[in-house]
C-alpha cells in the first residue's frame, strides 16, 4: 500500500477564485493521477502527472483549468482555477502500486464553490 | 461506453445475510479487475484485484469476487454482511496506463 496525504481536507471557495490541491506520498513513485469525484457520482481522471515532465490531460479537462505541478517523485499539486460551483467535487489524488498497477488513494479534498 | 457496468445502483441486505455486488466488463484481452470500497467523507479503499489465474479472488476485509470470462463478470461476494460494510463501492478495469471505475453501488446492511 501507500501512504497518501492530501491538503486541504476540504474547503469552502468563493466562485472566481483558484485553490492549490497538495498531494505527498510517502516514498517514490512515476506516476501519479488526480481524479475528481462530483456528488453522487463516480471517479473521473483528471490528469497523468510524470515528474519532470508535463501532466497528460484527459478528454474534457484542460491545463488552464487544472494546472499540476509534479517538482519531485513524492509530491504533485493541482490547482482549480477561476472556481464555479460547478467545480463543487472530491478531489482525489492516488498512486500506482502492485503487480496489476492497482491505485492507492488519499483522503480526497471535498470542495464546495459558492 | 462504459468499460465497467454496475448495473445496481443500491444493495440492501440483512445483517448475516450473503452479500453479491454485480460487475461486468467489456475490455478485449485479458482484463486487470478491481474493486473499492468508500466510506463516508473517506477515500478509496483497495479491496482486491484479478490478473490472472484463480477465478475466485480472496481480500480485504473477508470480501472475494468471481472471475467469470463468458459472462464478462467480476461480481464481489461476501457470504456474512455486517452493518460496518455499508459503504460505496466501485469496480474498475485497467484500459492502458488508468483505471476506469463504474458508477458504483451503494450498499446498506441492515441491522
Known amino acids: 500500500s501507500a501512504v497518501i496525504s492530501q491538503k486541504p481536507s476540504r474547503d469552502i471557495c468563493q466562485r472566481g477564485t483558484s485553490l492549490t490541491i497538495q498531494c505527498q506520498v510517502d516514498?517514490?513513485?512515476?506516476?501519479m493521477f488526480w481524479y475528481r469525484q462530483q456528488p453522487g457520482q463516480s471517479l473521473t481522471l483528471i490528469a497523468t502527472?510524470?515528474?519532470?515532465?508535463?501532466?497528460?490531460?484527459e478528454s474534457g479537462f484542460v491545463i488552464d483549468k487544472f494546472p499540476i505541478s509534479r517538482p519531485n517523485l513524492t509530491f504533485s499539486t493541482l490547482t482549480v482555477s477561476n472556481m464555479s460551483p460547478e467545480d463543487s467535487s472530491i478531489y482525489l489524488c492516488?498512486?500506482?502500486?502492485?503487480?496489476?498497477?492497482?491505485?492507492?488513494f488519499g483522503e480526497g479534498s471535498r470542495l464546495t464553490v459558492l | 461506453a462504459q468499460s465497467v457496468a454496475q448495473p445496481e445502483d443500491q444493495v440492501n441486505v440483512a445483517e448475516g445475510n450473503p452479500l453479491t455486488v454485480k460487475c461486468t466488463y467489456s475490455?478485449?484481452?485479458?482484463?486487470?479487475l478491481f474493486w473499492y470500497v468508500q466510506y463516508p467523507n473517506r477515500g478509496l479503499q483497495f479491496l482486491l484485484k484479478?490478473?490472472?489465474?484463480?477465478?475466485l479472488v480472496k481480500g480485504s476485509y473477508g470480501f472475494e469476487a468471481e472471475f467469470n470470462k463468458s459472462q464478462t463478470s467480476f461480481h464481489l461476494k461476501k457470504p456474512s454482511a455486517l452493518v460496518s460494510d455499508s459503504a460505496l463501492y466501485f469496480c474498475?478495469?485497467?484500459?492502458?496506463?488508468?483505471?476506469?471505475f463504474g458508477a458504483g453501488t451503494t450498499v446498506t446492511v441492515r441491522a
Open positions: 492516488s498512486v500506482e502500486r502492485g503487480s496489476a498497477g492497482e491505485l492507492f
Open positions: 484479478y490478473i490472472t489465474g484463480d477465478n
Open positions: 502527472a510524470n515528474q519532470g515532465s508535463e501532466a497528460t490531460y
Open positions: 475490455v478485449s484481452g485479458n482484463p486487470y
Open positions: 516514498s517514490q513513485v512515476t506516476m
Open positions: 474498475a478495469v485497467r484500459e492502458l496506463y488508468k483505471l476506469s
